[in-house]
């Protein structure tokens, strides 16, 4: 299971379209995604005040799109905790199929930070 942070908008628009994309896909040429272990630091780096965010539970074995197993890659790489070391994160190489989404769980920062949610798969 990898994992992406996604706003509600965008669920929803990808439910209608019937394919999930980000805007990284077009600046970067893939969708930035986690493992679990990954989550807290990626949300604190990178998420800190937003709202309305969903976290999309990707099977990755249902993606058809590519997936790599890549170092960081974000434009504030320096700044972010979640992108020094040795970690490799999954990158998607292509929009993801709504089959290989197998849920969308609720994502909130509360005033501790973020927290994962009991029922995340």
């Given at each position: ?5 996604s706003?509600?908008?965008a669920w ?14 077009a ?6 995604c ?5 989550l ?37 790489a ?6 020094r070391?040795?970690?490799l ?8 199929n ?24």
């Amino acid at each position: 299971m990898i994992y992406h942070i996604s706003s509600h908008g965008a669920w929803q628009a990808a439910q209608e379209r019937g394919w999930y994309s980000a805007p990284s896909l077009a600046s970067e040429g893939f969708i930035h995604c986690s493992r679990r272990e990954q989550l807290l630091t990626v949300a604190k780096d990178f998420y800190r005040g937003a709202a309305d965010l969903l976290l999309l539970c990707i099977d990755e074995d249902r993606l058809r799109a590519e997936l790599r197993w890549e170092a960081p890659a974000h434009p504030r790489a320096q700044d972010a905790e979640a992108t020094r070391g040795e970690a490799l994160f999954p990158h998607v190489y292509g929009r993801v199929n709504l089959d290989a989404v197998l849920k969308a769980v609720e994502f909130t920062e509360s005033e501790d930070g973020f927290r994962l949610p009991p029922d995340l798969p």
